[in-house]
């Protein structure tokens, strides 16, 4: 049996390829999807991608992650930096989260700088545009094997 990974995008992430290309690249949610479950599958790993705008739903994959996977790569997006309930459930949870944002959060706007949810993740993965997805894959491979 493949060990399983979740991919959590949060809000706005499905407007990907549209939304301000220029800071977020032109790549859309499909697309890094297709590129996730394709070097998970290179890694022995079966992935399983959702996104939601909603942060309550976050909250609960999180703590449904904890029994049904062995690692979780997390994009919480504006919720980095304003959701205690998020970080919350990140502590709460014994399995790796590795935190990704396509963008670099300290050179953007000041109350982009600091992430609620970074101390209590196992690492972050910030400024690679969807290449840092592929990275945030190979890191949990790595942490779970």
Same mark, same amino acid.
């Given at each position: 049996m493949k060990a399983s990974l979740l991919v959590i995008h949060g809000p706005n992430l499905n407007l990907l390829g549209s939304r301000e290309p220029e800071i977020y690249?032109?790549?859309t949610l499909p697309l890094i999807n297709e590129q996730i479950s394709k070097r998970a599958s290179q890694l022995g790993l079966d992935v399983h991608c959702v996104q939601t705008n909603h942060e309550g739903k !976050?909250?609960?994959l999180l703590q449904k992650a904890e029994h049904d996977c062995k690692a979780v790569i997390l994009n919480p997006a504006a919720y980095t930096h304003t959701s205690i @309930?998020?970080?919350?459930? !990140?502590?709460?949870i014994s399995?790796?989260?590795?935190?990704i944002h396509l963008s670099q959060i300290s050179k953007r706007e000041p109350f982009r700088h600091t992430s609620l949810t970074a101390p209590v993740c196992t690492g972050m993965i910030s400024g690679f545009g @969807?290449?840092?997805y592929l990275l945030a894959v190979e890191a949990a491979a790595l942490l779970i094997k």
């Open positions: 690249g032109t790549s !976050i909250v609960d @309930a998020i970080r919350d459930a !990140i502590a709460a399995i790796p989260v590795i935190e @969807a290449h840092g």
